[in-house]
């Protein structure tokens, strides 16, 4: 069974940065895509951000594009979220999510979450 734990949220000002990290215990196959969802209070689980675990081509929604960057080591089989530029409508529970599988950016298609890391951003 696969768990996943995420870390590095927390409160920032308005243009500050944050990194989340999602530490993935057991194995992370290959075949895996990670992906970084978000929701903030009333609305919907949004996709931010993923990537295959053995691929380069990151994906990015776009309200995020040239803020956030999504990456990983093999080594300590994490996947990071550096975010920049941070704003407030950022602001949310980020999630860390996989599946086996290409990468979607679709909620409904990710079996393992972890539990959520709260961002806040102050204007």
């Known amino acids: 069974q696969v768990q996943l734990t995420e870390s590095g949220g927390g409160l920032v000002q308005a243009g500050g940065s944050l990194r989340l990290s999602c530490t993935i215990s057991g194995r992370a ?3 895996t895509a990670m ?3 978000r929701q903030a209070p009333g609305k919907e689980r949004e996709f931010v951000a993923g ?3 053995n691929g380069n081509n ?3 929604t776009d309200s995020v594009k040239g803020r956030f960057t ?3 080591d093999n080594a300590k089989n994490t996947v990071y979220l ?3 530029s941070l704003k407030p409508e950022d602001m949310a529970i980020y999630f860390c999510a996989r599946r086996v599988g290409a ?3 679709g909620a409904s298609d990710y079996d393992s979450w972890g539990q959520g890391t709260q961002v806040t951003v102050s204007s």
């Open 29 to 31: 196959f290959s075949s």
């Open 35 to 37: 992906a970084w969802f």
């Open 51 to 53: 990537m295959r675990w």
């Open 58 to 60: 990151p994906k990015y």
């Open 70 to 72: 999504i990456s990983r």
């Open 82 to 84: 550096q975010m920049n």
């Open 103 to 105: 990468l979607t950016t």
